[in-house]
């Protein structure tokens, strides 16, 4: 019996998506005993020839992590998706932007004149910048183009299926592997993962108090001397997300103390991630005075963007159709 074949592919990312597939550890085995990976270029010898070799819809599921910032990411995601019958938005850069997306806060020629002309540690007197296209002598070669915006995977090519988490876990890995290999698919659009507010696995959920959470201080987390471990984090003044980020990473970041953040994205239903973490924010500021609330934010949240959108700002309504089509 023919094995389905899978691929998985890098774009704009930090490398902890796949470090995620090798996490499955032993489990790896099994998802090789059922599938065949035929492209897999981080981690095995392919090349860009093999996956253009295959037949249009051989690979069964192509697993794609990270957003698209150069044109060579786009051209790999549009290949791979013609040679796919699934795609896969594997992890939070692929699902909605993730952390390189908090570049749209930015034009391209800000971020180049930083990093190529301003920065505290650049020496670069002849002004050089990359050329898409640069030739000397009569010979040359091209670099990718670097593009305007961060977009998420799906504002490129159509997506099937999504795999939150910066990483995920790899549970929520192996399950959705398995899950896609064994042909019980879910709808399409699906994102692979608990339907449920994270809150709902988190140990802490159950101190809260009946009456809702009012919160007169948000503490950075260097500010908060010693964290009660059994205590919710919000109760203690440090700004969780974790009432309005889906769950199925088993509140590891909460487990360690450390507050979440929202890498596994929004509920069901939810269209604009920060829009909802901002919201829910508001309804818990324990004041009607505009002057006191905008202390205890700008004292707490002094990066908003960086705090409601860390994962998911190409996804932001406010601009989405302008990242989207340019």
């Known amino acids: 019996m023919t094995k389905p074949k899978i691929g998985f592919y ?41 996956l253009e070799k295959l037949a249009d819809g051989e690979i069964t599921a192509a697993f794609i ?20 019958q699934l795609i896969v938005a594997f992890g939070s850069c692929a699902h909605l932007g993730g952390v ?72 929520v890995v192996k399950n ?24 709902e696995e988190c140990e802490l959920n159950k101190t809260k108090p009946d009456e809702g959470i009012r919160i007169k201080e948000f503490k950075r987390f260097h500010e908060v001397e010693k964290i009660d471990p059994h205590t919710c984090l919000l109760l203690q ?7 309005v980020t889906r769950g199925g990473c088993g509140a590891l970041c ?12 929004p509920l069901d239903g939810v269209k604009d991630y920060g829009a909802a973490a901002l919201s829910f924010i508001a309804s818990i500021i324990d004041s009607n005075d505009p002057a006191e609330i905008q202390r205890i934010i700008d004292k707490g949240i002094p990066d908003p963007v960086g705090t409601f ?9 406010l601009f989405k159709g302008k990242w989207e089509h340019g």
């Not at 599938?35 to 020839?49: G, H, M, S, Y």
């Not at 957003?67 to 791979?80: C, D, F, H, I, N």
């Not at 003044?237 to 009432?243: E, M, Q």
């Not at 959108?309 to 309504?317: E, G, H, I, N, Q």
């Open 176 to 199: 959705a592997v398995l899950a896609l290999l064994s042909g019980n698919l879910p709808p399409k659009g699906t994102v692979l993962a608990s339907p449920k507010a994270l809150c």
């Open 309 to 317: 959108y860390m994962y998911s700002l190409p996804k932001a309504l």
């Open 10 to 50: 890098w774009c704009a990312s930090c490398g902890g998506c796949e470090e995620a597939v090798v996490d499955l550890a032993e489990d790896l085995l099994l998802v090789a005993d059922r599938a065949e990976i035929v492209f897999w270029p981080v981690a095995l010898d392919f090349k860009r020839a093999d």
């Open 254 to 265: 909460i487990q360690g103390r450390m507050p979440c953040t929202g890498c596994f994205g």
């Open 237 to 243: 003044g440090l700004l969780c997300l974790g009432p």
């Open 65 to 84: 992590n990270g957003a698209v910032r150069l044109s060579e990411q786009e051209e790999m995601a549009k290949l791979l998706r013609r040679k796919s």
């Open 100 to 171: 390189p997306g908090l570049a749209n806060a930015n034009s391209r020629q800000e971020i180049f004149d930083y990093y190529y002309h301003h920065g505290p540690i650049v020496n670069n007197p002849e002004k050089t910048v990359p050329d898409h296209h640069y030739v000397e002598e009569k010979l040359g070669f091209d670099l990718p183009e670097f593009y305007d915006a961060v977009r998420a995977l799906d504002q490129v090519i159509k997506v099937d299926y999504y795999l939150p988490g910066c990483a995920p876990t790899p549970n």
